[in-house]
């Protein structure tokens, strides 16, 4: 009703030519209460068409702060400098147009120009600056404020305030606060909410607190700053309990209280409760669906954190850099390959695919999903990279047998003036433990603290126990043990009775085995490990001993198995599983495989089969292991597809299995990926045997698809050649797959 009453009334003015002063005014007071900026330019065109010049500057300031408002910058500008009278009102109206634009050269220009300035002036400039990211400007201008005998006001502390949070200032913000209280401006709820976000922001937590207790009239933004800086401070908990009391004493939590908050319960490891605020939450933004995700991420979810990114896409919401490397990371976790692909199109099609943080997600995910050749070429094509890029590159190469090229391009590093991390020598070490270089492993070992100047971490010992103990040289590894400055745990304990075990030596596995015995007395690891010694020696009388003291303390053996992802399914095996619905066809298929190998040189290792039966029974045991159950069933669903094929297993491959699939992989031309945990443990430089068994779980397959992220990718697709704007979207190709059949087929 107001607008078809304004364009009536404007439209009559056209009709019946100049209006009166009054009638001016009394439209545009209209046009100002109904926020219509269109029918006030067509106002003003009617005064300049008839060349009505007000006696005042009412009229066009009105105009100036209506532009301003909704940011019609050009327009403001004309009208400015058009007009025949400026006062500070007119002034200070192009100040507000161009702070809340971001343009702040024009900002700091008109504030030079202007003949006469007030305190509106000052607070106008700092809010601007400090508002777009520039708080050193801004405490410079508050400066040059004071310096000219302005009076700050409650609103200029407010912003000098967020300023120094901002930069961490905590010495101006200590100065800004004395004079708060010399002025006995204290009391205003504003003020004190942003001194105690600038206490808690600098890390003063204490202080925060000390002074959000006294604040009388606390409003929900005093409550939000120090939830939120509890949450800056490392200290969730009290996050947490403070949210609690805000809710105890009546407060409604908005946006920016529930995502704190949705934040604080995710690093308390409370997914839960964590998933129940994000259900609360309303008006989801991207904060909010980001920190859900990450918080999924960080718990080990990541299948809810890849649901949960379908459902974002799915509601509109496009994606920040630092979601997608959150996803890119779990879909690397999960060796989530076709998930991976999607989400790396997304990326590229929202031009973020660059982005450091990105990228170096994607190298990660790559490389643990056995696509090094992709890996290096999104590494190639980085405009720029950081140690983490990097780590990435080396552990993936470690990570998939490439030792050399690993230990080449650390040396590639060296040469780019980039200092190596704890990660990049773990990576190093890794490689040279893989390849069996004792000699560079050595030498890489000691450059850490006589080149480097670092400290070798039980990681770096950890390698070097490996390598030493694989190349022959126990006792070496022993001693080195024995004099590191560190005090041993499990994981070096774990990885000497592991080279203990390859190499017989019973002696030394019998001593690591004990201390283990005492670290962790309820992890079936290193007893099932000595046992195995035991059985390889003949020593079965030891063996029956050991299966005794399992049984005496409780301790579980966790059964072995493998998996492969079919069709959006998962299949899961075990040790001569026959529960299978098509073990009859799996079997035959996998007897045909071993005659076929054994054809061409392959021999079961029956040595490896750790029990007191006889050989045929031996044969028989190692020949349907889970992974070969599950390869024979890939086999058997993809016969012609050109894609890996990838089996993940919930401990280390044997020795026998793994000379299998090199067969399969050479003779039937196929690429096999291995994604057991002793993959994952090397690159952190564990030993594989040794872990903890009891917290593996079974991967679950996402309720969504990839399908569905391709679904999301052809949309953006599709708008964005629409807008005509498709620039270099060539490098989907170059990655081997394609928008529209990412995922949805085999060839």
């Known amino acids: 009703m107001k607008v078809r009453t304004l364009r009536h009334a404007i439209g009559s003015l056209y009709v019946g030519g100049q209006a009166t002063a009054e009638e001016y005014t009394r439209l545009l007071l209209e046009c100002v209460r109904a926020n219509d900026v269109y029918h006030a ?3 003003q065109s009617h005064m300049e068409l ?80 400090a508002g777009n990211g520039l708080s050193c400007k801004a405490l410079e201008v508050f400066v040059r404020m004071n310096r000219e005998g302005f009076e700050p006001t409650d609103y200029t502390h407010v912003s000098v305030l967020n300023a120094c949070s901002r930069l961490f200032d905590l010495r101006r913000g200590k100065q ?62 009290k996050c947490i309990d403070l949210f ?84 890119v990371s779990s879909c690397a976790k999960l060796a989530f390959l076709c998930h991976g692909q999607a989400v790396h199109a997304k990326a590229i099609l929202l031009r973020v695919d660059n982005d450091l943080l990105v990228s170096s997600a994607l190298v990660d995910m790559y490389c643990k999903c056995g696509a090094i050749r992709d890996a290096r070429l999104v590494f190639d094509v980085m405009p720029s990279r950081n140690v983490v890029s990097w780590n990435a590159m080396i552990g993936g190469y470690a990570q998939n047998g490439q030792d050399l090229q690993a230990l080449s391009l650390y040396k590639k590093m060296l040469q780019e003036n980039l200092k190596p991390d704890s990660i990049t020598f773990v990576a190093v070490l890794s490689a040279c433990n893989h390849a069996g270089l004792v000699e560079e492993g050595r030498r890489y070992f000691w450059s850490i603290s006589e080149q480097h100047g670092s400290v070798p971490t039980l990681d770096h010992y950890s390698c070097m126990i490996s390598l030493l103990g694989r190349s022959g040289c126990v006792r070496e590894a022993v001693d080195l043990i024995r004099n590191m400055p560190h005090e041993p745990n499990s994981l070096i304990w774990s990885t000497l009775l592991s080279v203990c075990a390859i190499k017989g030596d019973i002696e030394h596995g019998e001593m690591a085995a004990k201390f283990l015995f005492e670290m962790e007395p309820l992890n079936a690891g290193p007893y099932i490990m000595l046992s195995n010694m035991y059985a390889a020696s003949g020593r079965w009388e030891d063996v ?35 529960t299978h619905p098509e073990t009859e066809i799996i079997y035959k298929e996998l007897s045909r495989l071993i005659k076929k190998f054994q054809e061409a040189g392959f021999m079961p290792d029956t040595k490896l089969v750790l029990h007191n039966v006889v050989e045929e029974e031996k044969l028989a045991s ?70 903890d068994v009891q917290k593996q779980r079974v991967r679950r397959e996402p309720d969504s698809n ?18 005509g704007t498709v620039e270099n979207l060539d490098i989907l190709d170059t990655f081997n797959f394609s928008i529209v059949y990412l995922v949805t087929t085999e060839e």
């Not at 001993?545 to 992802?565: C, D, F, G, Q």
């Not at 599950?630 to 026998?656: E, S, Y």
């Open 41 to 43: 330019k067509q106002l």
């Open 50 to 129: 008839h060349c009505f010049t007000p006696t005042d500057t009412f009229l066009h300031n009105r105009l100036l702060h209506l532009y301003a408002k909704f940011g019609k910058i050009s327009d403001a500008r004309n009208l400015f400098d058009r007009m025949p009278l400026k006062d500070i009102i007119s002034w200070n109206a192009m100040l507000s147009a161009y702070a809340k634009s971001g343009s702040i050269e024009n900002l700091t220009a008109v504030l030079d120009q202007m003949p006469i300035r007030d305190s509106v002036s000052y607070n106008t400039v700092i809010k601007g600056l």
């Open 176 to 237: 800004i606060h004395g004079r708060i209280v010399v002025g006995n401006l204290g009391r205003n709820i504003f003020v004190c909410n942003a001194l105690t976000d600038m206490y808690a922001k600098c890390g003063l937590i204490d202080r925060a607190w000390w002074l959000f207790d006294r604040i009388i009239d606390k409003n929900v933004v005093s409550w939000n700053s120090m939830i939120s800086g509890y949450l800056k401070n490392g200290q969730p908990e």
């Open 244 to 327: 609690q009391k805000m809710r105890g004493n009546g407060f409604k939590p908005d946006e920016v209280t529930l995502s704190n908050v949705l934040c604080a319960y995710s690093q308390s490891g409370l997914i839960d409760e964590a998933s129940n605020v994000f259900s609360m939450i309303k008006n989801k933004d991207k904060i909010c669906w980001t920190a859900m995700i990450v918080g999924y991420t960080q718990n080990g979810k990541e299948e809810d954190a890849l649901n949960l990114f379908n459902k974002m896409l799915s509601e509109g919401v496009n994606p920040d850099n630092f979601t997608l490397s959150n996803v």
């Open 544 to 578: 029956a001993t050991v299966r005794s003291l399992m049984k005496s303390k409780n301790v579980k053996k966790i059964a072995a198995y493998s998996w492969i992802e079919v069709d959006n399914e998962v299949h899961k095996f075990v040790a001569e599983d026959r």
């Open 622 to 691: 190692i020949c349907y292991h889970s992974e070969k159950l599950a390869l024979a069933f890939g086999l058997i669903k993809k016969p012609q597809a050109t894609t890996p094929i990838r089996i993940m297993k919930n401990i280390r491959v044997c020795g026998d299995c793994h000379v299998f699939m090199k067969f399969a992989s050479k003779i039937i031309g196929r690429e096999l990926r291995d994604a057991s945990p002793d993959v994952v443990e090397y690159r952190h430089g564990l030993t594989p045997p040794m872990r």
């Open 706 to 723: 990839p399908a569905e992220l391709v679904q999301h990718v052809e949309k953006d697709l599709v708008n964005i050649m629409s807008e």
